[in-house]
Structure formats: C-alpha cells, structure tokens
Nanobody, 124 residues
C-alpha cells in the first residue's frame, strides 16, 4: 500500500519560508509523479504544484508561481516543496499524493493515497 508522510509545516511570519517534505513509505517514488495540494478551512482542496516522475515537468498554481519550488530527490525517496515569500492566504493543511490515472492534471480529483497533511500557518 502506498503511504506518504508530509512534514515541515509550522507557524511562520509573512514573508518567511518553509520547506515541506513528502516521504514515501513501502514503495519507491522513482516511478511516480507527485502532487502537493492544500486545503484551507471551508475551502476545497486545491492543487499547488505537481512534478513528473523524472522531475522534468512541473506545474505551479498561479497563486504560488515565483514563490514555491517543487523538487524531488529519488535517492532519498522524498519530494520537497520550498515555499518562500509566504502570505497569510497560504495558510492551509498541505498534502502530497500520487496520481490515480495516466493523463492526470494537477487536480485533487486525479490524485490519491493522501498523506495525513502538515499544517502551515502564516501569521504575524
């Protein structure tokens, strides 16, 4: 069974940075694309960034372009999300997941095997 574990969240002031990690357990990430998603209270889960299995293709939501960077280290079986210039509107629980079908888009409906999430709070 695919298991993903997110970590790295926390409380940070506006303008600050955090690096989230998504570690795989029980399987090798090498063959999987990975997506980062977030869900704020009362809102739907939204795609933040996705990366192909090779790392050669990435997607960013418009709201995070130029501030967030997704990367992967297959040797460590981990995918990262570097978040800079954080804003209060970035506050949410962040999740990672793998696609459930080929030809996926960076949409929550196209992903599964969700981790438990990590809370990111941006506040002064």
């Amino acid at each position: 069974q695919l298991q993903l574990v997110e970590s790295g969240g926390g409380l940070v002031q506006p303008g600050g940075s955090l690096r989230l990690s998504c570690a795989a357990s029980g399987f090798t990430l090498d063959y999987y694309a990975i997506g980062w998603f977030r869900q704020a209270p009362g809102k739907e889960r939204e795609g933040v960034s996705c990366i192909s299995s090779s790392g050669g293709s990435t997607y960013y939501a418009d709201s995070v372009k130029g501030r967030f960077t997704i990367s992967r280290d297959n040797a460590k079986n981990t995918v990262y999300l570097q978040m800079n210039s954080l804003k209060p509107e970035d506050t949410a629980v962040y999740y990672c997941a793998v696609p459930t079908r080929s030809g996926y888009h960076c949409l929550a409906s196209d992903f599964g095997s969700w981790g438990q999430g990590t809370q990111v709070t941006v506040s002064s």
